[in-house]
């Protein structure tokens, strides 16, 4: 069983930066696929970016390719995602979940949420 606690979110102007963290408090983490998700005001959870379990292949939605990094260091059970050149677009309450299967974009496949955390993007 593992549970997930995002921090790092905040309230950033428009082309800045922040870092969300996922650390989660199993012993098992390395050996599921992390993902990031996002979900807006009135929208569906979205698909943002995931991580294999070694952190060798990485998958990104085509919006936020170029600008998001995602990363883990399983020593620390600890997933990341880097943004930089922030948009308004990008505001959302962001959620790292954990998976079987590589490369999977659709939240029902992923077994294992954190609680969101919540980011905004001021123009």
């Known amino acids: 069983q593992e549970q997930l606690v995002e921090s790092g979110g905040g309230l950033v102007q428009a082309g800045g930066s922040l870092r969300l963290s996922c650390a989660a408090s199993g012993r098992t983490f390395r050996n599921y696929e992390m993902g990031w998700f996002r979900q807006a005001p009135g929208k569906e959870r979205e698909f943002v970016a995931t991580?294999?379990?070694?952190?060798?292949?990485?998958y990104y939605v085509d919006s936020v390719k170029g600008r998001f990094a995602i990363s883990r260091d399983n020593a620390k059970n600890t997933g990341y995602l880097q943004m930089n050149s922030l948009k308004p677009e990008d505001t959302a309450v962001y959620y790292c979940a954990l998976g079987r299967w590589e490369g999977q974009s659709i939240p029902k496949n992923y077994d294992y949420w954190g609680q969101g955390t919540q980011v905004t993007v001021s123009s």
């Open positions: 991580i294999s379990r070694s952190g060798s292949n990485t």
